[in-house]
């Protein structure tokens, strides 16, 4: 069928509940991705169960709730800036690629009341996302291969996605691919604190310089650019309360391990200076 007509709809195994049709009455694509990836169900399936089963035991509750499923840098105040930005961007739906717990888009429809689909490749964290936000619409799928049909997105929120990219090319090829006219990308992350990208295994840190490049390669440009003090943000405080709790219950349960050491790293690069939380409006 055409872009006007309906796409395959593939439901989840997991009990996701998928979009089918966007605000307009015109139905999206939506599949689910098979994926035998340890990787992805160590560091982020099982965590994901553990973190949610603590936030609601803790009751944590609204803006709280959305901090403490989403442990990012420099949160509220970069997403307030670059929605700051999002003023004209097409209407539509709006997509979360990599939205993991979907706390982040949780609290985009709390603040904006914008309709946020939430996208990720590990089905763990969308069941968990599903028990924490059950308002949120979630389908799983890769960054680099949407389940999404052409030019229907009106802004794609990318955090925290391309710090785990080595490649960003596919990634924008792909948003390119779904945008709508005149859409915009709102991307926030941890950035190489000056010009030069680096690695530091299993994270890229792409310095703004580079990134702005690789976007101009898909016929994007930066329209508005905002950084953030690691000190400021008063998420870090939900999320650490749910990291300490983790710590005290799971400490050699299986899955422990890897998350524990990938949380010492960040830590590391953080307090090393060679990062920075900011946020960039792409359009």
């Given at each position: 069928?055409?872009p006007s007509g309906p796409c395959c709809s593939t439901a989840c195994h997991t009990s996701v509940r998928v979009?089918?049709?966007?605000?307009?009455?015109?139905y999206i694509r939506v599949a689910t991705p098979s994926s035998d990836d340890r990787t992805v169900d160590m560091?982020?399936?099982?965590?994901?169960?553990?973190?949610?089963?603590?936030?609601?035991?803790?009751?944590?509750?609204e803006a709280e709730r959305c901090a403490a499923a989403s442990p990012t840098p420099g949160f509220p105040q970069?997403?307030?800036?670059?929605?700051?930005?999002?003023?004209?961007?097409?209407?539509?739906?709006?997509?979360?690629?990599?939205?993991?717990?979907?706390?982040?888009?949780?609290?985009?429809?709390?603040?904006?009341?914008?309709?946020?689909?939430?996208?990720?490749?590990?089905?763990?964290?969308?069941?968990?996302?599903?028990?924490?936000?059950?308002?949120?619409?979630?389908?799983?799928?890769?960054?680099?291969?949407?389940?999404?049909?052409?030019?229907?997105?009106?802004?794609?929120?990318?955090?925290?996605?391309?710090?785990?990219?080595?490649?960003?090319?596919?990634?924008?090829?792909?948003?390119?691919?779904?945008?709508?006219?005149?859409?915009?990308?709102?991307?926030?992350?941890?950035?190489?604190?000056?010009?030069?990208?680096?690695?530091?295994?299993?994270?890229?840190?792409?310095?703004?310089?580079?990134?702005?490049?690789?976007?101009?390669?898909?016929?994007?440009?930066?329209?508005?650019?905002?950084?953030?003090?690691?000190?400021?943000?008063?998420?870090?405080?939900?999320?650490?309360?749910?990291?300490?709790?983790?710590?005290?219950?799971?400490?050699?349960?299986?899955?422990?391990?890897?998350?524990?050491?990938?949380?010492?790293?960040?830590?590391?690069?953080?307090?090393?200076?060679?990062?920075?939380?900011?946020?960039?409006?792409?359009?």
């Open positions: 069928m055409g979009i089918r049709r966007d605000r307009s009455g015109n560091l982020f399936d099982t965590p994901a169960r553990w973190r949610a089963e603590i936030i609601t035991e803790f009751r944590l509750r970069l997403l307030e800036s670059v929605i700051s930005a999002l003023d004209d961007a097409s209407d539509g739906p709006w997509l979360d690629v990599g939205g993991g717990l979907g706390g982040t888009a949780s609290w985009i429809e709390r603040t904006y009341h914008e309709h946020v689909i939430v996208a990720d490749a590990a089905r763990g964290s969308l069941r968990a996302a599903r028990r924490l936000f059950p308002s949120l619409d979630l389908t799983a799928a890769r960054a680099a291969s949407l389940p999404i049909r052409d030019a229907c997105v009106a802004v794609a929120i990318v955090s925290g996605v391309l710090s785990l990219l080595d490649d960003a090319d596919a990634l924008l090829a792909e948003l390119r691919r779904v945008l709508c006219s005149g859409g915009r990308i709102a991307m926030t992350d941890l950035w190489s604190a000056d010009a030069i990208t680096f690695s530091d295994h299993p994270n890229t840190f792409w310095s703004l310089e580079d990134i702005a490049e690789v976007a101009q390669r898909w016929g994007f440009e930066v329209l508005h650019l905002a950084a953030a003090d690691l000190s400021t943000g008063w998420w870090s405080s939900s999320a650490a309360q749910v990291n300490d709790e983790i710590i005290e219950r799971h400490v050699g349960e299986p899955g422990f391990d890897v998350w524990r050491e990938d949380l010492d790293h960040l830590d590391a690069i953080i307090s090393s200076g060679r990062v920075i939380p900011a946020g960039l409006v792409l359009g």
